[in-house]
């Protein structure tokens, strides 16, 4: 079956825009997290839907939001982009709420703010 | 919240050799504790994982073993091989929920070196 699929995969922006980025779950998964990575930071918790709600929400200001559709694809958005955003932003679908089981990653969207 | 603190941050091995990843919890209530192995340009995969109810679980040439009382789990992979270099998160959580989270720690680089 198909995969988690992110888009885009990369993208350069500038301080100040904004950028919307996309998540398709695997078929019949109803859970979506996003996490940012930088290098020495790991994997950061930004928020999961569950079912079109959010479920939880990590220490990540205001200007990073994300919403859930009915057929589970989520988007995230972050406004005001500052140079610190640069960042790997990964998403991960599965069956239940992330923490219960297995979560499968897409391969990430590459922001650049320049 | 949960803390999960990670180490070492790298590690070098000779084919063949093994290797230890060590993490530790802060969460006495956490009770799930997955492996995630990242390759270059791909998002993190898991590879094993356990539940406080069991103390050690195995999988071929990797194992994780658990120390509730201490709150320490590790990674140990056997007779390594180049294809296991990449970089490797621990993660724990209380087992999903509202309002708990799936924490993950900020990665070992491996190398195994031929």
């Known amino acids: 079956k198909a995969g988690v699929t992110q888009t885009p995969r990369y993208l350069i922006k500038t301080r100040g825009q904004q950028v919307t980025l996309s998540c398709s779950p695997i078929?019949?998964?109803?859970?979506v997290s996003w996490y940012q990575q930088t290098p020495g930071q790991g994997l950061q918790f930004l928020f999961e839907y569950f079912s079109e709600t959010q479920r939880n929400k990590g220490n990540f200001p205001g200007r990073f939001s994300g919403r859930q559709f009915s057929n589970s694809r989520s988007e995230m958005n972050v406004s005001t982009l500052e140079l610190g955003d640069s960042a790997l932003y990964l998403c991960?679908?599965?069956?239940?709420?992330?923490?219960?089981?297995?979560?499968?990653f897409g391969e990430g969207s590459r922001l650049t703010v320049l | 919240g949960e803390n999960v603190e990670q180490h070492p941050s790298t590690l070098s091995v000779q084919e063949g050799d093994s290797a230890v990843i060590k993490c530790t919890y802060s969460?006495?209530?956490?009770?799930?504790f997955p492996w995630y192995k990242q390759e270059l340009g791909k998002g993190p995969q898991l590879i094993i994982d356990i539940r406080s109810n069991v103390g050690e679980k195995k999988d071929q040439r990797i194992a994780v073993t658990l120390n509730k009382t201490a709150k320490h789990f590790s990674l140990h992979i056997t007779e390594t091989q180049p294809e296991d270099s990449a970089v490797y998160f621990c993660?724990?959580?209380?087992?999903?929920?509202?309002?708990?989270?799936?924490?993950f720690g900020k990665g070992t680089l491996l190398t195994v070196n031929p």
């Open positions: 991960a679908s599965s069956l239940e709420l992330a923490g219960t089981g297995e979560l499968f």
């Open positions: 969460d006495s209530a956490s009770n799930y």
């Open positions: 993660a724990a959580s209380r087992g999903g929920g509202s309002n708990y989270k799936l924490t």
């Open positions: 078929s019949g998964h109803r859970s």
